[in-house]
């Protein structure tokens, strides 16, 4: 079996590699260069625990190869990126251009999978624009859907493990797709059709944006009512069917900060709740922005001089060194840019091209007010003196008291 990926990313490439490592020759397409030639050298341009030994040995025994060109195959795999364009809609171009550079390439008896989390209805227009230039496919090749799920930092181990929704145009391509995926996921693999499975994907993230939502409006009204939020989740959440969530600066990362504005483009007049949630977790970063302001302004009115503040974590979530769409990160760019006494803290980050990083204890010694942003367990054993002003959006500071 011959299988070509394309677009060798944060999904691809670990998805060649384990693939590749089960024996079956991976053709890895991606449109970047410098990508193709750091793979083809056994190395890895991405940042994943296990990976580059995965990816080392497969090109050893060239069960690997990567490429800017698409080659014929058994198998043709989508991860290219689906990003969010200015306005917020889907930008679709990329699995467009990945497609119709297949095209050329597809014969009877293949299989053509989409991973790239897609609005609803994109694999079924991919088959349209396959069968409209290669008419005489129809029938004869397989098209699914298959979302991925994995949590960067254990891609390896979730590629396996995790359970698949898989969902084809057809009954044959889901089943096709099924015996594809069956030779390396260890997980269940559960069948449906290329519409449930994509909305399926998308579902699961703003299910969560909602969630957190209820948890970040819950922290606004909280701080009104003078009641600590995340007291208040903990005793809430002791009732057998409540769970709520810890409120934080607003929700980052590239898929439960953007996946939710694929439903909402396609269902605009329905998805209100899912619109909601995102506006309530963008509004979060605001409403710290006017804390951090507000903290500021009296500190100036009673020692008569600027403070130095310390935002402390920058990643969009805790221990992690990813800085992609981070509310944290974008806090303290805001305060950088309107010129207030700014310095980032940020253990899982040694250096960074644009950031200068403070020690974690020499910023809690130096600044003035101290901003929790992220609960890096890092954080855990940090405690600022009784001169300091304490402003915790991500309540590390509850849970080392009560910890
Ligand atoms: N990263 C994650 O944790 C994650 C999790 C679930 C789903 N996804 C989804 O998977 C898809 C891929 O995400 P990613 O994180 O791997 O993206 P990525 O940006 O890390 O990688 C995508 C790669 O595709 C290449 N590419 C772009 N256009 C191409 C083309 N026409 N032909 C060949 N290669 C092309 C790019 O050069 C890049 O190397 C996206 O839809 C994303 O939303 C990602």
């Known amino acids: 079996m011959q299988v070509t990926i394309m677009g060798l990313g944060y999904i691809g490439l670990p998805t060649a590699a384990l693939i590749a490592g089960k024996g079956i020759h991976v053709h890895g397409v991606d449109v970047n260069k410098k990508v193709v030639d750091t793979i083809n050298q056994g190395?890895?341009?991405?940042?994943?625990?296990?990976?580059?030994?995965?990816?080392?040995?497969?090109?050893?025994?060239k069960f690997l190869v990567a490429s800017t060109k698409v080659k014929a195959a058994d198998v043709f795999l989508i991860a290219v990126p689906t990003p969010l364009r200015k306005n917020r809609t889907p930008d679709l171009s990329y699995v467009e251009k990945a497609t119709k550079a297949v095209i050329p390439h597809l014969k009877a008896g293949n299989l053509f999978i989409i991973e790239s989390t897609s609005p609803v209805g994109t694999t079924e227009k991919m088959s349209r624009i396959i069968f409209?230039?290669?008419?005489?496919?129809?029938?004869?090749?397989?098209?699914?859907?298959?979302?991925?799920?994995?949590?960067?930092?254990?891609?390896?181990?979730?590629?396996?493990?995790?359970?698949?929704?898989?969902?084809?145009?057809?009954?044959?391509?889901?089943?096709?797709?099924a015996e594809f995926y069956s030779k390396f996921v260890r997980g269940q693999l559960h069948l449906t059709n290329s519409r449930t499975a994509e909305m399926c994907k998308l579902v699961e993230n703003a299910y969560r944006d909602v969630n957190i939502a209820f948890a970040n409006e819950l922290s606004i009204i909280c701080d009104k009512a003078g009641i600590d939020v995340n007291e208040l989740a903990e005793l809430a959440s002791k009732h057998p069917r409540v769970k709520i969530l810890r409120p934080g600066p607003g929700v980052g990362g590239h898929c439960i900060a953007v996946d939710p504005y694929f439903i909402v483009d396609s269902f605009p007049s329905e998805a209100n709740i899912i619109r909601l949630a995102r506006e309530t977790n963008n509004y979060k970063v605001e409403w710290v922005m006017g804390k951090i302001e507000e903290s500021v302004k009296k500190f100036r009115k009673s020692k008569g001089k600027e403070p130095l503040i310390a935002c402390m974590g920058l990643a969009y979530k805790p221990d992690i060194d990813d800085l992609r769409e981070s509310p944290s990160l974008e806090i303290f760019r805001r305060l950088e840019k309107s010129k207030y006494k700014v310095i980032a803290v940020e253990p899982n980050v040694r250096k960074h091209p644009d950031l200068e990083i403070t020690d974690t204890?020499?910023?809690?010694?130096?600044?003035?007010?101290?901003?929790?942003?992220v609960s890096h367990r890092e954080f855990s054993t940090v405690s600022p003196g009784m001169d300091k002003t304490v402003l915790d959006f991500c309540g590390i500071t509850y849970s080392n008291k009560n910890s």
Do not use: M, W
């Open 43 to 61: 190395r890895i341009h991405i940042i994943e625990p296990d990976l580059e030994g995965l990816v080392h040995y497969a090109v050893l025994k």
């Open 361 to 373: 204890l020499r910023a809690v010694r130096e600044a003035d007010i101290i901003v929790f942003l």
């Open 132 to 177: 409209r230039e290669r008419p005489e496919l129809k029938n004869k090749i397989s098209i699914a859907y298959c979302p991925e799920r994995v949590l960067p930092g254990s891609v390896i181990y979730e590629l396996q493990q995790n359970d698949r929704v898989i969902g084809g145009i057809d009954e044959s391509g889901t089943k096709a797709a």
